[in-house]
């Protein structure tokens, strides 16, 4: 067991409340936009193209990763390790957060249609919404891919039935 800082997994209810809270934030700041006489904005192609590019890259990154590390665990930098690690992370929470916004549009676009805009809107905002998920996905993989497995020869590695590695624990 290393005695310097640690990296815990991302937690699936800091992914769910970020997507939750862009959902409400953004739909509340819709409504009043609207309100004041504005319209929804319409996406386009590029809003899911550009989340498509990302979940593609974190999905091959996270491949790469895994294969490197099954090869030989210490062939990778150990600071490009960490920051692989960290783009994960960061891929899980951005990912939720725009996803959440776009469902919010989805959300209010629902009710304009069959109109020809809401139906752009429904249409390249629900596939943004899928392609955030897709991009969390990917990036919970890659987080999980820059997990080393424990060293069975290391009396300090943490067993299942310890916590940390501390039988006192």
């Not at 409340?17 to 934030?25: D, M, T």
């Not at 969390?136 to 916590?163: F, I, K, M, N, Y």
């Amino acid at each position: 067991m290393t005695d310097g800082p640690t990296i815990r997994p991302t937690r699936g209810g800091h992914v769910l409340g970020a997507a939750l809270g862009a959902l409400v934030f953004v739909g509340l700041v819709l409504v009043w936009w609207q309100g004041q006489g504005g319209t929804l904005p319409v996406p386009g192609a590029v809003s899911w193209a550009s989340v498509l590019l990302l979940a593609v890259g974190m999905g091959w990154l996270a491949r790469q990763t895994r294969r490197t590390l099954m090869r030989d665990p210490g062939s990778l930098d150990p600071q490009q390790a960490v920051t692989r690690l960290l783009l994960g992370k960061t891929s899980q929470i951005g990912g939720a957060l725009l996803g959440g916004a776009y469902a919010a549009l989805l959300g209010l676009s629902l009710g304009g249609l069959p109109a020809p805009l809401a139906v752009e809107r429904v249409a390249h905002g629900g596939a943004a919404v899928v392609l955030c998920a897709a991009w969390v996905w990917a990036g919970h993989v890659l987080e999980a891919s820059c997990r080393l497995p424990d060293d069975p020869e290391d009396p300090d590695v943490d067993s299942p039935d310890t916590r940390h590695g501390n039988p006192a624990a």
